[in-house]
């Protein structure tokens, strides 16, 4: 079983920059497709970004493309999210996630196995 906790949230204006981290511990790292969501107060979670276990391959949501970039360093058993251009309404708490497979839907939070406790990041105008 893996464990993950995430860093690097904080309160930045709109414009800035910020890059989250996801430290994993207790499980083979490299085997994990890492996925990033967020939620924002009283709404759903939702899919950000996600990188296959070599990190050969990524998808993102429209809202982020272009603005965020997923990225995996297996040496050190982490996952990060570089956040440029933010704005209002990325405000949310953000967690990242593990699961096993990567074929079928990857955007949909049900299909992964393990969740970190979360950073939050808000950004004011």
């Known amino acids: 079983q893996v464990q993950l906790v995430e860093s690097g949230g904080g309160l930045v204006q709109a414009g800035d920059s910020l890059r989250l981290s996801c430290a994993a511990s207790?499980?083979?790292?490299?085997?994990?497709?890492m996925g990033w969501f967020r939620q924002a107060p009283g709404k759903e979670r939702e899919f950000v970004a996600v990188?296959?276990?070599?990190?050969?391959?990524?998808q993102y949501a429209d809202s982020v493309k272009g603005r965020f970039t997923i990225s995996r360093d297996n040496g050190k058993n982490t996952v990060y999210l570089q956040m440029n251009s933010l704005k209002p309404e990325d405000t949310a708490g953000y967690y990242c996630?593990?699961?096993?497979?990567?074929?079928?839907?990857?955007?949909?939070?049900?299909?992964?196995?393990?969740w970190g406790r979360g950073t939050q990041v808000t950004v004011s105008t």
């Open positions: 207790g499980g083979t790292f490299s085997s994990y497709v």
């Open positions: 996630a593990a699961r096993s497979q990567w074929v079928y839907s990857r955007t949909y939070p049900g299909n992964y196995d393990y």
């Open positions: 990188i296959n276990w070599g990190g050969g391959s990524t």
